[in-house]
């Protein structure tokens, strides 16, 4: 199926960029008139996934984000947050709520809260050589207000 519309961009893996990229995304996702919590919902898992690229993917270096995001017929959305980083080792113990490779406070909770927001998560990963995230959500058209 053709998208609608589409945009990509990409970006060093620095913590500052995280922001960027769900304002980017948000804004793009935008023309398709989303509730607040739909905006919302959108905003948090693409944090999540690019947070997972800058904390797991590259740990102590800097490598790059890249985020296509695609519109297509009845409001449907596809956010596909990737990197080249390290990979997963296996991605079921990942998507486990509370597993991490990180030390310190993480909560080992980014997939289940993407997943949580989402209309369908799909995860692929290969080891030395990135990861993929693609975020599905379809956005509700609601009824025109006063019959406009």
């Known amino acids: 199926m053709k998208a609608l519309n589409e945009m990509e961009l990409s970006f060093p893996s620095c913590s500052a960029n995280e922001g960027f990229a769900r304002a980017a995304v948000s804004a793009f ?8 919590d739909e905006l ?4 948090t898992a693409v944090s999540e996934a690019v947070t997972n690229c ?3 993917a590259y740990r102590s270096t800097i490598g790059i984000v890249y985020i296509s995001c695609r519109i297509f017929e009845n409001g449907r959305i596809v956010v596909k947050v990737r990197d080249k980083g390290c990979g997963i080792e296996d991605i079921e ?3 486990q709520p509370m ?3 990180a030390e310190g406070e993480r909560a080992g909770l980014g997939f289940a809260v993407m997943e949580s927001f989402t209309d ?3 995860v692929s990963s290969r080891l030395g050589k990135g990861t993929s995230v693609i975020l599905e959500k379809t956005i509700r ?3 025109a207000e006063n019959g406009q």
């Open 29 to 36: 996702v935008a023309q398709l008139d989303p509730t607040v």
């Open 40 to 43: 919302c919902d959108i905003k």
């Open 54 to 56: 800058i904390v797991h």
């Open 93 to 95: 113990q990942a998507m």
């Open 99 to 101: 597993f991490t490779t």
């Open 120 to 122: 369908r998560l799909h």
């Open 141 to 143: 058209r609601r009824p």
